[in-house]
């Protein structure tokens, strides 16, 4: 088993080949961070000036809104999730590899809720060069501190 | 108030609607937000200058999916936004495509579409495309995001 390291060329790179691990916890607070800083703040649906902060139900940050659907509690947002996994791919592979034909599918699978500790394990399952473009495939799963599987993902990358 | 309660439910959701544009400017400063939102330390972020590239994952950020609009456009209020007994469409997956790097500077002009709906074991899914070009109407990115509008009767994940 091959652990990839930090810029790893294409031609060293084999299928079964692993990334390194990645762990990340949620708090209310870090679920909060988003909406803090503005970003989810169009996409939930509800505008700043018809839900003035504090009142703007989502399943993200409002305890008991979340609780009548359908996880029952506050969960964290499936492309805050993609943040990570992108973060986790740049231990490895610069940003670069996303652009010009990368691509990332994530699945949720079970919620990702407060105090959720999620460690993700991935590895390589295909490489190719398609177009002049050498292609590196990367199949990802999430577990939470119970095995618990909380997603799965896909990536693809660009790799020089 | 009558026309916001028309509530955009998985039944009335047509395929092919789209949403209203927006245009943002990319800056160090939504860049760094982004980041510091979830929690990515790699110091490229921080402090950008002209023509860096931002996180890729960003485009959730700088091309929000916006389904109110999309429900808006169609003459519906979308579910999260109505006001009587609003219910949230959760998150079931995504697929992003990349095309183009995406720098500090650029403008990025993005709009959402219905590219289908489904019903899945009892469960009702509607996926919209995001499509997003920057200043040159280069295509630089798109993604596919599906939710679920409805779920099977008694379903609980926990």
């Keep these: 088993m091959t652990i990839l390291t930090k810029n790893t060329k294409f031609d060293d790179i084999n299928i079964g080949d692993e990334i390194p691990s990645f762990e990340i916890e949620e708090t209310q607070e870090t679920m909060d961070k988003p909406q803090k800083n503005q970003w989810n703040l169009i996409d939930i649906g509800q505008r700043e000036e018809e839900f003035p902060r504090g009142e703007q139900k989502n399943i993200h940050n409002d305890e008991e809104f979340a609780k009548a659907g359908l996880f029952g509690a506050t969960v964290n947002a499936g492309v805050t999730t993609m943040g990570y996994i992108n973060q986790m791919i740049e231990l490895i592979f610069p940003s670069e590899c996303f652009y010009n034909g990368g691509s990332m599918t994530y699945k949720g699978i079970g919620p990702f809720r407060v105090n959720d500790l999620v460690k993700f394990t991935g590895s390589v399952v295909e490489k190719r060069n398609e177009d002049g473009k050498n292609f590196v495939d990367i199949k990802i799963k999430g577990l939470d501190q119970t095995s618990r599987l909380v997603g799965v993902a896909e990536v693809t990358l660009v790799v020089k | ?158």
């Design chain 2, 1 to 158: 108030m009558t026309n916001e309660e028309k509530r955009w439910e998985w039944e009335v959701v047509e395929e092919g609607v789209s949403g209203g544009q927006i245009t943002v400017e990319i800056t160090p400063e939504s860049v760094e937000s982004y980041a510091d939102a979830v929690r990515n330390t790699n110091s490229r972020y921080y402090g950008a200058n002209n023509g860096d590239i931002a996180m890729p994952t960003n485009i959730f950020s700088d091309a929000k999916l916006r389904r109110h609009s999309v429900a808006e456009a169609a003459g519906f209020t979308a579910l999260e936004k109505c006001i009587n007994n609003p219910r949230q469409t959760p998150f079931a997956k995504c697929t992003a495509r990349w095309f183009e790097a995406i720098k500090v500077g650029d403008k990025i002009t993005s709009f959402a579409s219905v590219l289908e709906k489904y019903d899945k074991r009892g469960n009702q899914f509607v996926t919209f495309r995001v499509h997003i070009t920057n200043q040159n109407d280069t295509k630089v990115a798109e993604f596919d995001y599906t939710c679920i509008f409805k779920y099977a009767a008694g379903q609980k994940l926990s």
